[in-house]
Structures are given as C-alpha cells and as structure tokens.
C-alpha cells in the first residue's frame, strides 16, 4: 500500500526529518515502511497497518513541531509511542471503501466525533468551512455500508443553486445542465472506487447523484442519504428531504452556513432545521472548524482570513 502525505508547513521540513533525515529514517523503522520525501510531500509505502501507523506518527511530529520547532531523540520516543496508542483507538474508525489497500480515517478530533455521530445515529447534521472533509467523509461513510451489505443504495443530493445563475439559461439539456452542481460528489466517489464500478452502479441504481429536486415524492429505505450544500436549500426544500428517511437508512446533511448563494432575505434550510430539531433524540449536530481543515496548509489561513473580514 502506497500513501502520500502533503506537509502541513514545508519550510519546517528540516526540522521535521531531522539532521541527515535522522528522524525520517527512526519513523522509517519503527513503522517498516519505505519513505521517499520530495517537494513538501512524503510517500509511504508498506503494509496497510504499517503505513496508517506511519502516517499517525507523521502527523504527530507535524503538529509537535508547530509547537515546538524542533524534535529531539526522545521526543521521538515518545511520538511513537503515543502514535500507536492513537492507532489503536482510531482502528474502529478506519473507513473501508472499494478500492483495494486505501483506508479513510478521520484526521483531526471533529473528524473522529463526525464519524461516531453517523455511526450512533440515524440522521446526522454536520457543518464546517471549505476543506474540513464533512462531504468526503460522508461518502466514503456511506460507500464502506454499501460494501458490507448495511444498506442496499447511496443517494447523492445537492440543491442546484449558483449566484448569479439560472439552469435555464445554462447550456445543454438537463444533464448537461446540473453535472457541475454534482461533480464534487462524483469527485468523492472516484477516489473510493473505479469508474468503471461507478458506472455500473449508477445503471443499476444502487449509486444516484442527483439535483434535490428529483428527491420529492419519493422514500428510500435501506439507504444512505446525503444532501450536500445544505445552506442552500430552503426550509420547504429541506423538510421535502428530511421527510424522504426510510426504514433501516440513514441521512447526513451537510452545509457552510457561510457560503449561502440563497437570494436576499431567503431562510436557509439548513440553519432553520438545526434550530428546529436540536436536542432531538437520534438526531446530532456536529460542528466542525477551521482546524479540521485537511486541504493544502493555506486554505485554513484562507478561512480564517475571509472569517476575520466578516467579524471587522
């Protein structure tokens, strides 16, 4: 099995490896991984325990150099240490998915909550900026029950909403028209399985992305049901989707309460819902943050940046 992990801060990558990638070269052989570094990434390859272990180790001595710029011998003893303690809790949270040898775990503690949430309950409420994986990890929630068998279908919603634009005057027929509001969940999808099965499982219906509208009229049972961009939705779209929960199936609505294209003056769904059933039993809020942000380094300086402006 092949990981690569992208540095949170490649100009403290000296620090990080350590004096003639000393420290590389420990992680390298209390994991029985190989290691190549290059260009502020680092490729793990081995065995799957050992890469996950691996790439534990790795995160902590990132998150220890941020605190303290440097790593000493023992400190490194005591990383790895606590990175196998930390795998062996997180090992119920691994998720499995389609393709062979890739594992999609948690990375951050509002990740980890996120997953226990779905996990315990039926319908689950998760908002969060740009990055913070809340659609990701919704899908390859739900890919890894369709391959054990929990659930016999997956469908993908998002409301077909842009600023500025109208299906109508886009270009093409339907299709055509909404594949760009889906593609981020087809986007999901292939990195968790081959096109190839994709495709199949869409002819058969056991995988639908689809516009929210297609949702009315309809109840889904034995499923997994997400609705994505949720603060797009209005409260009477949002009460159609939430009314579409079957038995035995499970729904996460995901959203940016700060990244709503609604029209002036328009409720969003997806905040009106989270006030309405909060402290509903089987029902959970998750709320996650910029520290849960996984994409590139600077999207979490990106957030904040654009969070500040709003707050001045």
Not at 120 to 128: A, I, P
């Amino acid at each position: 099995m092949e990981l690569t992990v992208t540095l949170d801060n490649a100009d403290k990558r000296v620090q990080l490896f350590g004096s003639a990638d000393a420290h590389l070269k420990t992680l390298r052989d209390a994991c029985d991984v190989h290691i190549t570094a290059r260009d502020g990434r680092v490729k793990l390859s081995g065995n799957k325990q050992s890469v996950h272990q691996a790439a534990v180790l790795l995160d902590l001595m990132q998150k220890h150099i941020e605190k303290k710029d440097h790593i000493s011998r023992s400190d490194m003893i005591m990383l790895i240490k606590d990175a196998a303690s930390n795998r062996a809790r997180q090992e119920d949270e691994d998720i499995d998915v389609f393709i062979k040898d890739k594992i999609i775990a948690p990375r951050t503690q509002g990740q980890q909550e996120y997953v226990r949430s779905f996990q315990k309950n039926d319908l689950v409420f998760c908002v969060g900026p740009a990055g913070s994986g809340k659609t990701y990890l919704a899908v390859a929630m739900a890919v890894s029950m369709l391959k054990s068998k929990e659930i016999r279908r997956i469908v993908l919603a998002r409301p077909a909403v842009e600023a500025g634009e109208k299906l109508g005057f886009l270009p093409g027929d339907l299709f055509e028209k909404v594949n760009p509001y889906l593609r981020p969940l087809f986007d999901a999808l292939g990195d968790m399985m081959e096109y190839s099965q994709i495709k199949r499982f869409m002819a058969d219906d056991i995988i639908e992305v689809i516009p929210l509208a297609f949702m009315r009229g309809r109840t889904l049972n034995d499923s997994v049901i997400i609705l994505d961009e949720a603060q797009n939705t209005t409260t009477s779209q949002m009460l159609m989707f939430l009314t579409r929960l079957g038995n035995n199936s499970k729904m996460i609505v995901t959203g940016d309460a700060s990244q709503s294209d609604l029209g002036n003056g328009q409720v969003s769904g997806l905040t009106d819902a989270m006030k309405r059933l909060k402290g509903t039993k089987g029902i959970e809020l998750i709320k996650l943050t910029q520290v849960d942000i996984v994409r590139h380094r600077l999207v979490q300086n990106i957030v904040k940046a654009y969070d500040n402006n709003h707050q001045s």
